[in-house]
């Protein structure tokens, strides 16, 4: 009798209404597990990218860093090897300089020695050119530097020489190069 009751229709209408909860109930839960299935995945990929992302960051920061260290030896390398032109050059400069003025200074004695030795009634032997050139005897040597400007000439020619050498020797210096 009891049965008979609910056979009503408000009493099917509560069966079927409390099937379809139940039906509903039991899909709500398998969804919820499907996504906490599917969160936890979710959340594992996170961590596992923010782990790669560590990493690269990490790699990144090493790899800057050996690049730093590698530039500060290139830059110590390249300072190193202008220091050694410097000094080559300017040693190399000051000794030719001191050549030339040792030349010239022997020179300069040679020519007091020879004029002492003529003696004082002799006069040194002069060229001459023939009147038909139309030039005086001095217009033969009109080319040469006078004594005095030969030697600061022959001091010019050496640092400007040097100069280009140095100019060409840092020049040949490869800034980029890595050891």
């Known amino acids: 009798m009891m049965l008979l009751r609910l056979l009503n229709p408000q009493g099917i209408a509560g069966i079927v209404v409390s099937i379809a909860l139940a039906l ?3 899909v709500q839960k398998g969804e919820t597990r499907h996504w906490r299935q599917s969160s936890e995945q979710f959340e594992q990929l996170y961590r596992d990218e923010q782990s790669a992302f560590a990493g690269t ?4 920061r090493t790899a800057a860093e050996a690049a730093h260290a590698a530039d500060q030896a290139n830059l110590a390398r390249v300072a190193g090897e202008q220091r050694a032109i410097n000094e080559r050059t300017s040693n190399d400069f000051e000794a030719r300089l001191a050549a030339a003025r040792s ?3 022997r020179l300069r004695g040679e020519a007091e020695r020879a004029a002492a030795d003529r003696g004082p ?3 040194a032997a002069v060229p001459r050119l023939s009147t038909s050139a139309g030039r005086t005897p001095e217009a033969a040597n009109e080319d040469r530097l006078p004594r005095s400007d030969r030697l600061t000439a022959t001091e010019q020619a050496i640092q400007l ?3 280009i050498r140095w100019v060409k020797e840092q020049a040949s210096i490869d800034s980029n190069k890595k050891e």
Request: hydrophobic share 55%; charged share 20%.
């Open 24 to 26: 509903l109930l039991i």
């Open 57 to 60: 960051l990490a790699n990144y």
């Open 121 to 123: 009634g002799r006069a």
């Open 103 to 105: 030349v010239a200074q």
């Open 161 to 163: 020489d040097e100069l």
